[in-house]
C-alpha cells in the first residue's frame, strides 16, 4: 500500500520569497509521482507530474519539483512566490499500473504583501 | 478544455434523506472517480469506473454506492445520509489507459451538509 505524508499543514511566506512543500512517500512498487493545487473554491488542477527520466519536473506557474528515490520524496518548490500562489497543494502518488491516486493532507501555502 | 461538471455546488439536506450528486465530462474520458475531501485528511478514493456499468471500490466506500450508465455521467448516491458524510465532494476524469499516469481532470466539488 502506498502513503503520502505532506510535512507541513501550512505554510506563510512573504511574496518574493522563496518555498519549499514537503512530500514524502511510502511505496513497496515504482510509482508516478503528482502536485496539484486548489485554489479556494475551486476543484484541483495538476502543476507538475513525474513518470520517469529526469529527476527534476518543471510545472506551470514556476514551480518545480524534485524526485528523490533514495529519500522518497518529492519536494515542491519556487524561487520566488506571488501573493496569487495562495492555496492548497497537494502532494499525490500512484503506483504504475494502478487505477488509485493516493493523496497527501495538503499543505495551505499563504503568501503575504 | 476538459470540462468536469457537477451538478450543485452546495447542497443541504436531513438525516436519512437519498443524496444524488451528479457528475458529467464532455472529453470521452473512461476513467471517473469520486473523492471527498475533509480537512487535515486530504482527498480519500470513495469509488471509480473505468467503463459504462463497471465500478470499483475506493478506500472508502461504505455508505456509498455509484452509478455509470453513460460514459459521460458518474453519479454518487448516499442511499441514507448521516451527519458523518458531511463533506465536499469531488468529481475527476481521465484518460484512457492513463489512469495511473495520466492528469486526473476535477469538477469543482459539491459541499454537502448533512443535519
Known amino acids: 500500500a502506498q502513503s503520502v505524508t505532506q510535512l507541513d499543514s501550512q505554510v506563510p511566506v512573504f511574496e518574493e520569497a522563496p518555498v519549499e512543500l514537503r512530500c514524502n512517500y511510502s511505496s513497496s512498487v515504482s510509482v508516478y509521482l503528482f502536485w496539484y493545487v486548489q485554489y479556494p473554491n475551486q476543484g484541483l488542477q495538476l502543476l507538475l507530474k513525474?513518470?520517469?527520466?529526469?529527476?527534476l519536473v518543471k510545472g506551470i506557474n514556476g514551480f518545480e519539483a524534485e524526485f528523490n528515490k533514495s529519500q522518497t520524496s518529492f519536494h515542491l518548490r519556487k524561487p520566488s512566490v506571488h501573493i496569487s500562489d495562495t492555496a492548497e497543494y497537494f502532494c499525490?502518488?500512484?503506483?504504475?499500473?494502478?487505477?488509485?491516486?493516493?493523496f497527501g493532507a495538503g499543505t495551505r501555502l499563504f503568501v503575504k504583501a | 478544455d476538459v470540462k468536469v461538471t457537477q451538478s450543485s455546488r452546495y447542497l443541504v439536506k436531513r438525516t436519512g434523506e437519498k443524496v444524488f450528486l451528479e457528475c458529467v465530462q464532455d472529453?470521452?474520458?473512461?476513467?471517473m472517480f469520486w473523492y471527498r475531501q475533509d480537512p487535515g485528511l486530504g482527498l480519500r478514493l470513495i469509488y471509480f469506473?473505468?467503463?459504462?456499468?463497471?465500478?470499483e471500490k475506493g478506500d472508502i466506500p461504505e455508505g456509498y454506492s455509484v452509478s455509470r450508465e453513460k460514459k459521460e455521467r458518474f453519479s454518487l448516491i448516499l442511499e441514507s445520509a448521516s451527519t458523518n458524510q458531511t463533506s465536499m465532494y469531488l468529481c475527476?476524469?481521465?484518460?484512457?489507459?492513463?489512469?495511473?499516469?495520466?492528469?486526473?481532470?476535477f469538477g469543482e466539488g459539491s459541499r454537502l451538509t448533512v443535519l
Open positions: 472529453m470521452d474520458h473512461e476513467n
Open positions: 499525490a502518488v500512484c503506483h504504475t499500473g494502478g487505477f488509485k491516486t493516493i
Open positions: 513525474y513518470l520517469s527520466g529526469s529527476t
Open positions: 475527476a476524469s481521465s484518460l484512457p489507459g492513463q489512469g495511473a499516469i495520466g492528469e486526473l481532470f
Open positions: 469506473s473505468y467503463d459504462v456499468k463497471m465500478k
